[in-house]
C-alpha cells in the first residue's frame, strides 16, 4: 500500500516590493506632521509643540549666553552640550520617545565638535547650513521630478494620498507649495552666511538670527504653504427656479 499523500502546504504569497506609494505614505508619516481633530493642519504639534521648539533653540541660546560672558570656547560648548543633555533626560522622565531630544543632542555635538576642532565660535552653526543646503537641494529636487515634497506631506493629511498627482492643478499648488518652503529655507542662508563670514563680531547677531529664523519663521512658512495649496472646494451647481406661468 502507498503512503497516503501529505496534503500541500499553501505557497505563502511573496512580498511585493514597495510602492512608491507605500513609501511616499512612510514618509509622510515619519515626517511629524498632524493634523486637528477638523482635519487641519496642527502647525504648532508639528513642529514638535512647546517643548520641541525649546529644544531647538535653548542649546543655541545657552551657547551664546555663555560665550558673550566667558569669551571662552570650551565652557560654551559643554554648557550647549549640557542643555541638550538635560532634554534628554526629561524625555527619559516623562516617558516619551526619545528621536527628537536624541537628534538634537547629535547634532548640538556635531556643532560642539567642529567649533571646537576649529577654534572658531561661529562655526557651531556651520552644520546648520549644511543641512539647510541638503533640503533645498532635495526639495528642488523633488519639483524636478514633479514629486513635490508639499505634496507628499499635505496630501495625506488632507486624506488625498496620492491622488493629487492625477490633478494638475493639484500639482501645481503643491509645487508652489513647496516653493514656499525652499523660500524660507533660502532666506535663511541669504541672511545668515553673510553673519557667518563675519566671524565673531557677526556673532551675536548670526545667533540671534538663527533663533528668529529657526522654528518661528518655520511655522510661518509650513502654515503659509499649507493655506496657499487648499483644495477649491467646487461650488454646487445651484439651478434657477424657473418663474411660474401665471394661469391667464
Known amino acids: 500500500m502507498t503512503a497516503p499523500q501529505q496534503p500541500e502546504k ?28 477638523d482635519g487641519r493642519i496642527d502647525v504648532l504639534r508639528s ?10 533653540i535653548v542649546p543655541g541660546l545657552v551657547f551664546l549666553v555663555a560665550f558673550t560672558i566667558t569669551r571662552d570656547l570650551t565652557p560654551s560648548l559643554v554648557a550647549a552640550l549640557a542643555s541638550a543633555a538635560v532634554f534628554t533626560v ?53 519639483i524636478a521630478i514633479k514629486w513635490p515634497v508639499a505634496g507628499l506631506l499635505f496630501g495625506f493629511i ?9 490633478d494638475a492643478a493639484r500639482v501645481r499648488a503643491y509645487r508652489l507649495g513647496t516653493w514656499i518652503i525652499v523660500a524660507v529655507l533660502v532666506l535663511r542662508l541669504v541672511v545668515q552666511v553673510p553673519l557667518y563670514l ?9 545667533a540671534t538670527t538663527r533663533l528668529i529664523m529657526g522654528a518661528p519663521l518655520y511655522i510661518l512658512g509650513v502654515w503659509i504653504a499649507w493655506l496657499l495649496t487648499r483644495p477649491v472646494q467646487a461650488a454646487e451647481d445651484v439651478q434657477p427656479s424657473k418663474p411660474s406661468s401665471s394661469g391667464a
Open 10 to 37: 499553501p505557497s505563502e504569497p511573496a512580498q511585493e516590493p514597495p510602492t512608491m506609494a507605500m513609501l511616499a505614505e512612510g514618509y509622510a508619516a515619519k515626517a511629524g506632521l498632524h493634523r486637528t481633530h
Open 47 to 56: 513642529a514638535g509643540g512647546v517643548q520641541g521648539i525649546a529644544e531647538s
Open 90 to 142: 526629561v524625555r527619559l522622565i516623562q516617558r516619551r520617545p526619545l528621536t527628537q531630544a536624541l537628534a538634537g543632542v547629535v547634532g548640538v555635538g556635531i556643532s560642539a565638535w567642529l567649533a571646537n576642532t576649529t577654534g572658531k565660535a561661529e562655526d557651531f552653526y556651520l552644520p546648520g547650513f549644511i543641512t539647510n543646503a541638503a533640503y533645498i537641494l532635495a526639495m528642488v529636487v523633488s
Open 158 to 166: 488632507r486624506n488625498e494620498g496620492l491622488h493629487w498627482r492625477k
Open 198 to 206: 563675519m566671524g565673531e563680531d557677526g556673532l551675536t547677531a548670526l
